[in-house]
């Protein structure tokens, strides 16, 4: 069985390092079988979480094109920046409507986080901030996460990573995850 | 010299929990001899945070008067709700916003952090998540953290907090904070 | 195949309140027909880690039987009390001592949390701060964790959680674990 | 009034790198007018916590010492090397040590916090795992921390950091921490 996957960078801009980043990522596992649906954060407007308008209104549309998406992959590749040490409110923000959906969209899914920064530690403290709320909401968060530092000069104009070292370590991790999210994918009931 | 405090309380809801239990500390505050600035977040409407907004368009108003007001005083009283063990998605945007200023507005500020929730843990554990950017943007957070659980019954018609254990806990840990708060403000240069 | 498992209570107490989780749940892992490998933490007696002593004389006893015990197991039952927000000390330093060996012994092995405290909060964010040095190295943690409050009152004389309510939730995670354990211990090379 | 600052550096290594840091921060605060007891973490030897030891024999003379110690200063300088992403066991077991005597000896003193490795994060995701049972116990740990990376190649033979920019990175985090230590040492009752 094929797995699928769902992949997002947790970044509005358009230069954005870690949408490069997951682009890479992307072609990795679909060029090890995967099938994914790469998407862009911006597909999924949606206000800041207010549980008043949630009440009145329900969850907004952009919320529930999320929780689709989510719901029809076995796993998830998130390429996040860190803003102040932790995760961007964005991408929080983004998790607080999605748990709001019953039943939990993400329970039992895998994930896999990567984060590129131009400074040195490549967004690393923001990723183990993640990995909390998205445990929180069931799902199980591969333990090695890769961190791109100095991003800035990293990418050739292909796109690719210039350093073949860093390629093959991101290859190794997403090699590892992949193993694991299929044999998550083909739990027994 | 009067200690000058910021208060806001982290949830957009017209019945929260945590707006109730900052008009508690505020009280205490003020009958300390504070000056209390008691904010709603809703004054300080902002866009999800995007730097490519940022560069084309500055910050946003709201961020702007977010700043302008934290800029105002010595500390800040934050009451925040837990979200997915996490702190909310929309306070953790605030602060990127806010931590895009130059100088950074909150740094050699205090802070004393709450919580109140309907469950057993009293949105403890989002207050450890929120320690981190807030420390990361300058801020001295007092060690002690009140967390009020099964908030739905702890409050009586008048606003206060029925259990006199509880408040006793607050006014406490609300005296610590104050001391250190004003020793902070009176730093040398 | 059998689910082999190996379980231990981070605790030298003789009437620990985590030795008592931790058989409950030993019971349920059995009978749901896991081989489980219930250590007491006393088996594995080794100093505080001090790099110098480790050049000079190699890994101490106590941790080459640990690294042994658990290279033999797919996964891991963890039940540790919280000591100050954190985990406890004696834990931390087992995981120092284990992590020097090379290759890494518990990459790709999987991981169930517990705790249980006299107090409200049931150890769990003793349980948060116990995450981050087990997926470092190298374990997939799962999302779940069980948390036991008031544990002075919740054994019966036989062992047992005298709550049929709360025996129920450890048994559901319980069993998304073994599921989840099962499925991990099948990965392709 | 003079400033009392304990300095210790959490490894037993004789060649720590932690260590060398900590001895060029503590010559910078006694530059600055503190006094401070620079201790070496040998002094305080004692063995992994135990509650039955505890019940049985009191406190370690270990402990008993690290407590004297702390006692009689307004603030911490700690350095401390990070272990699996998380502060090391040995540090945390004396914390767990030190937490248990009554009144909490900790209480209303400062910190700050320092860690050097040789690899490219400096050990800074240690420290911040180090802040939680630090502030658990009741200590105002300043916000900005220092990490010294690569540190194998940053000292030169007499000790000193080789450069400059480091060295004044430092030094402006150092008396940032001492005007607050200053400020709040001399709070009012």
Do not use: K, T, V
């Given at each position: 069985m094929t797995l699928k996957l769902f992949a997002m960078a947790?970044?509005?801009?358009?230069?954005?390092f870690n949408k490069k980043l997951l682009t890479v990522a992307v072609g990795m596992a679909r060029a090890a079988g995967a099938e994914v649906?790469?998407?862009?954060?911006?597909?999924f407007e949606m206000p800041l979480y207010d549980a008043d308008l949630q009440a009145s209104s329900g969850l907004p549309k952009g919320a529930l094109e999320l929780i689709r998406r989510t719901e029809a992959v076995d796993g998830l590749l998130i390429a996040s920046p860190e803003y102040n040490y932790s995760l961007p409110g964005t991408l929080k923000n983004a998790i607080d409507w999605v748990s709001r959906s019953r039943p939990m969209p993400t329970r039992g899914k895998s994930a896999f986080l990567m984060a590129a920064s131009?400074?040195?530690?490549?967004?690393i403290r923001g990723l183990w901030q993640l990995r909390i709320p998205l445990e929180g909401i069931g799902i199980l968060v591969y333990p090695d996460m890769f961190a791109l530092s100095?991003?800035?000069?990293?990418?050739a104009e292909d796109g690719s990573l210039k350093d073949p070292l860093v390629t093959e370590r991101l290859q190794k991790m997403m090699e590892g995850y992949l193993r694991a999210a299929r044999a998550l994918s083909q739990q027994g009931p």
């Open positions: 947790a970044s509005f801009r358009l230069a954005s649906d790469h998407a862009d954060f911006r597909e131009n400074g040195r530690y490549g967004g100095e991003a800035g000069a990293a990418f």
